[in-house]
């Protein structure tokens, strides 16, 4: 479906004084995960979570106070937890890959060294090389696409942990299976408006970046700029699911007569 009211959601986190004290405050924890690890992003994830079941629970999307820290952590470590599930093996197979080519091009220095004595292993140094490049791009291939397969799921398990407040509930991969082929064209249409919002601060942001004197200010706005992308997707996802839940209860009603 991917009804979005797009002005609504593209503005609300700064549509009104409340709303734009509150993004402020967003943007400064969103910039202190940048300095201190892991805590900041958790409290930012947690305010995520908030955003996402207002909408969810059939609310206008709104910037809400930075209060009840404890719940914002418990959401937050939640959501941090499944992304991290959801992600890890994308990211172990591309570390793997790329520390299997600094380590092989380490151990290939003593090779090269002793090709230049001899024929036989200087003519086996190209084909080694070629090797250990092919495992890095075969490993990174791997890893975009377990990365991709993530992701798609990944909304709908945060919206589904969001809604329960079970971090078990991001697992039952058969009900978030469907629950997204339920909504596709909605969870599509929200890929394509972050993506859409993305490539524009990308292209405006590098018009800064290569006037060299300005390129500061491309450093400055991508703080607020992945702090907005984050609320704006809460709202996107959340009211998705919601469209999910709904389509799947008119599937499950039963047949009048």
Do not use: C
Not at 193 to 218: D, H, K, N, R, S
């Amino acid at each position: 479906m991917g009804n979005f009211n797009i002005k609504q959601i593209l503005f609300f986190p700064v549509r009104e004084s409340e709303s734009r004290k509150n993004f402020l405050i967003g943007t400064l924890v969103y910039f202190a995960g940048f300095i201190i690890p892991i805590l900041p992003m958790i409290l930012v994830m947690g305010y995520i979570a908030r955003i996402m079941r207002q909408v969810i629970n059939g609310e206008e999307p709104h910037m809400p106070a930075w209060d009840d820290w404890g719940k914002l952590a418990m959401d937050g470590l939640r959501l941090f937890g499944v992304n991290l599930i959801y992600m890890l093996s994308s990211q172990i197979v591309m570390f793997g890959g790329m520390s299997a080519y600094f380590v092989g091009f380490f151990l290939l220095i003593p090779v090269m060294e002793a090709a230049e004595r001899t024929p036989e292993v200087a003519a086996a140094v190209p084909a080694i090389m070629f090797a250990l490049m092919g495992v890095m791009f075969l490993a990174m291939f791997l890893g975009y696409l377990l990365m991709f397969l993530g992701a798609v799921p990944l909304p709908v398990a945060l919206a589904r942990v969001v809604e329960l407040e079970k971090f078990s509930a991001a697992f039952k991969l058969g009900e978030i299976s469907k629950l997204v082929w339920r909504n596709k064209a909605g969870y599509f249409m929200a890929w394509v408006i972050l993506a859409g919002l993305f490539a524009i601060f990308y292209f405006f942001g590098m018009m800064f970046y290569m006037t060299l004197i300005l390129m500061w200010v491309f450093f400055i706005l991508a703080i607020p700029f992945g702090f907005y992308l984050m609320v704006i997707s809460a709202a996107l996802f959340g009211q998705a699911y919601r469209e999910s839940l709904t389509m799947d209860a008119k599937d499950k009603e039963p047949l009048d007569g």
